[in-house]
């Protein structure tokens, strides 16, 4: 991978990184204001205990999504990035374009996948 490969992908994963936090910190207020509403009746409480719980259940996808993209960063950084955690091989340009952030070749990913479905 070439340098401007490398600051592309850099890029891409910074630009991820700021829609997902700003996201998240978005939801974290909502879900905030959500228990301040001190004049509701028992339904909305019922109503806005599920909506709080949908949105703890996006910020726990989010904060492992943010994880995977500060590794890939931190990977970038060392000279590790594109590279498969599983079997070392290169993961591949075509890949990482579309999931910058992943640590599996497409190899070891299908692999993963049948032993732990989903
Ligand atoms: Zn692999």
Known sequence: ????????F????????RELAGDASTRTHDGFA???DGAQDVGDAAANTAARQLLLGLGD???RQLREIDDALERLDHDTFGFCEACGEEIG??????????VLCVDCK????QQNPR
């Not at 991978?1 to 592309?8: A, F, G, H, I, Y």
């Not at 850099?10 to 990184?17: I, S, V």
């Open 1 to 8: 991978m070439d340098r401007e490969q490398k600051e592309e």
């Open 10 to 17: 850099f890029r891409r994963l910074l630009a991820q990184r």
């Open 34 to 36: 959500l228990g301040q």
């Open 61 to 63: 996808r989010e904060r």
């Open 93 to 102: 340009a075509a890949r990482l374009q579309i999931l910058p952030h992943t």
């Open 110 to 113: 299908a692999i993963e996948e």
